[in-house]
């Protein structure tokens, strides 16, 4: 795509995203390493959740990962939205539940400063660029453009669901969650339904990719992370409504981001 439709990243953005995937290496412990990392981490976490947040961490860093490769404003665009998104509820909801944190550990203190910056850096950001155009886009087929709104409406709804009554729409997930996890889960989906919508509007090439790979990663590791830890565990009963409605969900997301990669892929 050429340079003065999608120009490059300003260095301090890209200085300040190799920061945050360093930061996003540690998150992905708790998919990864949990014995190691959980002691470590902010709050008390269990090991569903621990794997939970492993996951999604993981998605991140892959897709801060792809910011840096490609360098653009597309995907950057994206990116910047979803994480403000993702960090100023993230924030929000660390704020309402203080007393998950012991402040006499230096984790908690770390927490609240790479959020904080993430939230003040994104929205900054994304302020500066709010009279330049996106980078052009590809044509989405009447399919897309029909289902990408409804896509964006669902996850959004339950987004905001989870936010504002967190132990009702928790009450399908598979393990218990209470009203801080719920809410802090629920960045996840209202990100996602941000950069849908975005790129629902407007569908660069780039943008469309990372996306669809941070759906895929987002369902995979949701659902793989359940499956190991409960092979080790024997918590979940995968015969439950919830528990199968709760499949269904992040099948559908990972999914959407397989095709999704796959739409992307032939315009390359």
Known sequence: MPTSNNPPFPAALRLFSVVVIIVLIVGAGLFFAPVLVKPRWPWTVTPFNARFLGGFYTAEMVVMAALLVWNRW?????VLVMAFIFTAIVS???????????????????????YLASVAVS??????????????????SPAWRSYMPVESAIL????????????TFSGIWPWPIDAFHAQVYSAIFLAGAGGIYLVWRSAPREELLVLGLAQFLVGLLAILGVVVTDAAVHRIDWTATGTLCWLALFGWIGISGAFKLYAASRYF
């Open 74 to 78: 597309s995907p950057g665009r994206l």
């Open 92 to 114: 929000v909801a660390s704020f309402i539940n203080l007393g998950y944190f012991n402040f006499e550990r230096k984790a908690p203190w770390l927490w609240f400063v790479v």
């Open 123 to 140: 929205g900054l950001s994304l302020w500066r660029a709010r009279a330049r155009p996106s980078a052009k886009g590809v044509p989405l």
């Open 156 to 167: 959004g709804l339950y987004g905001v669901g989870l936010l504002l009554f967190p132990l």
